[in-house]
């Protein structure tokens, strides 16, 4: 029986199973068998067979946004309008067949757009060429799922379930667990909060399921099994994700307001251009990118070529992003601005001091 046979079996017999006490420990074996099936669809373990060509795109710029959706929803001429790139846009489904990328310069950013091709139903088992979609997906800093206005909202869970069986977890955290197996021992649970949706019998058959006899695991948050497994495969990949709706100039203002005031929703029209400058600032504030300025000392600081650097990011990083060469003769920086204790006089920092944005660093070496 194939990987996928066996997927499919599981599936039917979680469907047939009833959801109860007495059940939930089964059910947590056979969820924890469809992850580990599922994890071996997508990265195969045996040798390559041959054939078949991936397009994955070399990532480029400060941060990379994938364009998500059904066949002709738009994901093309959005990325018509918003960057230099002509991705070929038309009517009828299927016209983009391999990853387009154009870039969006925005507060001397730059940032790669990655329009995938449309993803049928069943992508996440192969259809389509959808696992290469989705997993190029994996590599993105932001998933702008491109929804037709026009249509059902049915194409928004779909494409949900899609990504989830390939590991991506839309606009959630990773849970708050630590793990570590160890030689002997048996397993070792500890819990800071009170678990409502779990239980030591629980996690232990879902660790036995696993293989794993030997581990220590402390648990900070209220978990449930699903993200147990998650910590457990140790490869999902959790990505903001903007819900983008296109075709607004074909629906009512009242359909319009309704999709507007969902969480993590923009309605647009590329076709008219309607939201579009809007949408770049969103995404700017999603992706969560810090700028900050070099200064050369006894000049004024360099304010047209600003480093681009993620949030948390500290003077190393800064180092680095200059060149690498700046972090073993380090000696120390000087940073004005927000990250600045005595702003908006300078800080005489080290490595590990975190920047924020805008701030104006200058590196001094041995």
């Not at 420990?25 to 078949?52: F, I, N, V």
């Not at 995938?116 to 702008?144: C, F, H, M, N, W």
């Not at 990504?163 to 002997?184: C, E, H, S, Y």
């Not at 995404?283 to 360099?302: E, F, S």
Request: glycine fraction near 8%.
């Amino acid at each position: 029986m194939g990987v996928l046979e066996k997927i499919k079996a599981i599936e039917e017999e979680m469907a047939r199973t009833q959801k109860n006490k007495a059940t939930e420990y089964h059910l947590g074996l056979l969820k924890a068998k469809l992850a580990k099936y599922r994890a071996q669809l997508l990265e195969p373990t045996g040798k390559s067979s041959g054939g078949g060509t991936g397009f994955d795109v070399q990532k480029a710029g400060d941060a990379r946004v994938c364009l998500i959706g059904f066949p002709s929803v738009g994901k093309s001429t959005l990325l018509n309008k918003m960057t230099n790139t002509q991705s070929e846009a038309a009517s009828y489904e299927f016209t983009t067949l391999t990853a387009i990328p154009g870039v969006i310069e925005y507060k001397g950013a730059r940032i790669q757009l990655l329009d995938l091709p449309g993803i049928v139903e069943g992508a996440s088992g192969g259809r389509g060429r959808g696992r290469q979609v989705v997993s190029t997906a994996k590599t993105s800093d932001l998933i702008i799922m491109m929804l037709d206005a026009t249509k059902s909202t049915e194409q928004r869970r779909l494409l949900e379930i899609e990504l989830d069986a390939v590991g991506i977890r839309l606009n959630k955290t990773r849970p708050d667990v630590v793990f570590k197996q160890k030689a002997a021992g048996g397993v070792t649970i500890n819990a800071t909060v009170k678990l409502t949706k779990i239980d030591e019998k629980a996690i232990k058959t879902i660790l036995a399921g696993y293989k794993i006899h030997n581990c220590d695991v402390m648990i900070r948050e209220d978990i449930t099994i699903d993200e147990l497994i998650d910590v457990l495969i140790g490869t999902r990949k959790y990505v903001p994700c903007l819900y983008v709706f296109n075709k607004i100039d074909a629906i009512s203002l009242e359909q319009m307001d309704k999709y507007a005031r969902q969480d993590h929703s923009m309605v647009i029209s590329c076709e008219m251009g309607l939201n579009l400058d809007q949408l770049v600032v969103k995404i700017w504030d999603l992706i969560g990118l810090v700028k900050v300025y070099t200064k050369k000392r006894g000049h004024q600081p360099d304010l047209s070529d600003p480093i681009c650097l993620r949030k948390g990011a500290t003077i190393e990083d800064v180092c680095l992003g200059i060149h690498r060469s700046l972090v073993p003769n380090f000696k120390y920086a000087l940073v004005w601005g927000k990250s600045s204790k005595f702003s908006p006089h300078a800080q005489k920092v080290g490595l590990n001091h975190a920047v924020a944005d805008e701030d104006v660093v200058s590196i001094f070496t041995k």
